[in-house]
């Protein structure tokens, strides 16, 4: 049963690909402000499809860390899901993501339309420097950043594995930065068709302020989001 819930999800989710973005693009050829409008209703629809085919809720904590306006978020990255639910619970935010991603058809060009970040990370500093300038310009707009220090969707229980690029973004931006932790993962693995049900939660944990040092920052970063992350994991196992 878990496997059929699952394999109807995951046609659900492309169908709502298909559907949301085609009629939205109607609005959004006339207006490219409605992009963020349609992406927000993508991902309202994908979590009406999560709750009600697979079971899984999503809780929200610790919302009133993120403040009005500049804010950078570095989150846990477990799941799929992480690239879903914030754009429900964050105010327009502007993801950072890997290039490649802008290329996927239909998901790709919302991406490009609604201001979404690319990062190359190959591109060296020159291609960092582009996208914190980028990123600027969405921070004016008072679109918190969202970016994934760890790159890519980690099983629970690996090693972290955070990239210096974030410290380097954090210092260049000089905004607070707010840890994200979160529990995805034990519902909706890094990789895999079955889903289990239960209860997400995404927690914005307290703000580092701007100006730290970059090994200090770190160190504070990692032991916020891995230390949060594994108090939300045993909450869920304590649920089973």
Not at 80 to 106: C, G, Q, R, Y
Request: proline share 5%; glycine share 10%; hydrophobic share 45%.
């Amino acid at each position: 049963m878990a496997f059929l819930r699952s394999l109807i999800y995951e046609i659900y989710f492309a169908l709502a690909i298909l559907f949301v973005g085609s009629i939205g693009a109607i609005a959004v050829l006339f207006n490219k402000k409605y992009a963020l409008n349609v992406v927000n209703a993508w991902s309202r629809a994908e979590l009406w499809g999560l709750k009600y085919i697979q079971g899984i809720t999503v809780e929200v904590r610790g919302i009133e860390n993120l403040r009005d306006g500049k804010v950078m978020v570095a989150g846990k990255h477990l799941s799929t899901l992480d690239t879903v639910a914030p754009f429900t619970m964050m105010n327009t935010p502007a993801f950072v993501f890997k290039k490649e991603l802008f290329k996927v058809p239909i998901f790709g060009w919302y991406l490009k339309v609604s201001g979404m970040i690319a990062i190359d990370r190959d591109g060296g500093m020159a291609a960092l420097k582009g996208m914190v300038a980028e990123s600027k310009v969405r921070l004016e707009e008072n679109r918190p950043i969202l970016i994934f220090p760890e790159g890519t969707r980690q099983p629970i229980g690996a090693e972290p594995d955070y990239k210096p690029g974030v410290a380097a973004i954090y210092g260049m931006l000089g905004v607070p930065c707010v840890p994200l932790a979160l529990n995805t993962g034990c519902y909706w693995k890094n990789k895999g068709l079955v889903k289990r049900p239960g209860k997400v939660v995404f927690e914005f944990l307290e703000p580092i302020e701007p100006g730290l040092k970059r090994q200090e920052f770190m160190e504070k970063l990692q032991t916020a989001i891995e230390s949060g992350t594994a108090k939300l994991v045993a909450e869920a196992s304590q649920r089973q």
